[in-house]
């Protein structure tokens, strides 16, 4: 078993687009951690609107002016992975109490796969609670402005996959 290191915070998804969301629940967690992982799932079982190396590369981009922030493309189980980089703490965003008895159960579950690793739950700031990956990918493939929502590089790779869907 790899230790994990309380300093290296891991946050999965699936990213598909990563959002302001994300992006501030990022910019909150790295000055509190050595080194934040942003783990982006392949998560086939989602039918992921992007590919997983675009949502690596739109991440990248939106994350890259932290110094201690690594985003790195994964397709293991995620307790494999957090052992894997080491991780010691599993980084959730929590929007609403909707979200709560879902992420409750993987926390649940997680702390079954790897006990050394502890969750950790941040709220989002007020302007972005309401964002989620898949409103986003609904309004933007139903022709709607996302601009408020991602980053510009975001809004033309999800242009790009509407025009390719032909729509």
């Known amino acids: 078993m790899t230790s994990a290191n309380r300093r290296i915070a891991v ?3 699936t990213f598909d687009p990563i959002t302001n969301g994300h992006i501030d629940l990022v910019n909150r ?3 509190l951690f050595e080194k934040v992982v942003v783990g982006v799932a392949q998560s086939p079982a989602k039918g992921p609107t992007l590919s997983l190396d675009l949502r ?3 991440a990248v981009e939106a994350l890259q002016h932290h110094d201690n922030v690594e985003v790195v493309g994964f397709d ?3 307790a494999h992975f957090v052992r894997s980089v080491h991780g010691g703490v599993l980084l959730r965003g929590l929007r609403a109490v909707s979200d709560f008895e879902y992420e409750f159960q993987m926390a649940s579950m997680n702390r ?3 006990p050394e690793v502890e969750t950790l739950f941040l709220t989002p700031s007020e302007q972005h609670s309401f964002i989620s ?3 986003v990918r609904e309004i ?3 022709g709607g402005d996302v601009s408020g929502f991602v980053p510009a590089t975001v809004l033309e790779a999800l242009r790009k996959a509407r025009e390719a869907r032909g729509q």
């Open 76 to 78: 293991t189980l995620l």
């Open 29 to 31: 967690a790295a000055p």
């Open 56 to 58: 690596v590369a739109l």
């Open 140 to 142: 933007a493939r139903l």
């Open 11 to 13: 946050y999965p998804g």
């Open 133 to 135: 990956s898949s409103l």
């Open 112 to 114: 079954h796969l790897i």
